[in-house]
């Protein structure tokens, strides 16, 4: 979760810079967006010693300067796409990413880190299908799972392989 709201404020504050008039959120569990297009995504894997992190790999994939996709790529969008005015420099916004990532202080959970994802999150309160029956999409568990509810259940879900969203 940290790590999805740091990216996410990130490229809202390069937004605010460029006066792009757009939010970013974040798709649950990885994925960045913008209205109803993907920009970007992240692949996070950790290894766990104990009951701690010991080693972190985490990949960032951002649509800068792309303006035309396969066509079996669903939805996506990129920088160039959504202001063509900016002259998008990559060098400057990996680097500044980069900055912005090695700030993040893992030891410190924050008491406002789940509100923080879910105020940014894509999706709340929409419907989603999974097993043929639909839920709400409520936001996140403390642990970062999907929080589903329909009229019978509320669910929490771990992957998303087999979650239609709307």
Do not use: C
């Not at 810079?17 to 959120?25: D, L, S, T, Y």
């Not at 900055?99 to 030891?107: A, G, M, R, V």
């Not at 568990?141 to 998303?160: A, H, P």
Request: proline share 2%; glycine share 6%; no cysteine.
């Amino acid at each position: 979760m940290k790590i999805a709201v740091a990216v996410q404020s990130f490229l809202d504050k390069l937004f605010q810079e460029n006066e792009v008039q757009k939010q970013i959120k974040i798709k649950w569990p990885n994925d960045l967006y913008v209205d109803d297009s993907k920009i970007g995504g992240m692949l996070i894997e950790t290894s766990i010693q104990g009951d701690k992190i010991s080693q972190l790999f985490l990949g960032i994939g951002l649509n800068i300067l792309q303006t035309e996709f396969s066509k079996d790529v669903p939805n996506p969008s990129s920088l160039a796409i959504i202001k063509p005015s900016i002259d998008w420099d990559r060098s400057k916004i990996i680097a500044n990413l980069a900055s912005t990532l090695e700030q993040i202080d893992f030891n410190n959970t924050g008491d406002d880190l789940k509100s923080r994802y879910e105020k940014n999150m894509y999706g709340i309160g929409k419907t989603v299908y999974l097993e043929s029956k639909s839920y709400r999409v409520e936001g996140i568990s403390e642990l970062g799972y999907l929080r589903l509810k329909n009229d019978l259940e509320v669910i929490e879900v771990t992957s998303n392989n087999h979650l239609i969203w709307f």
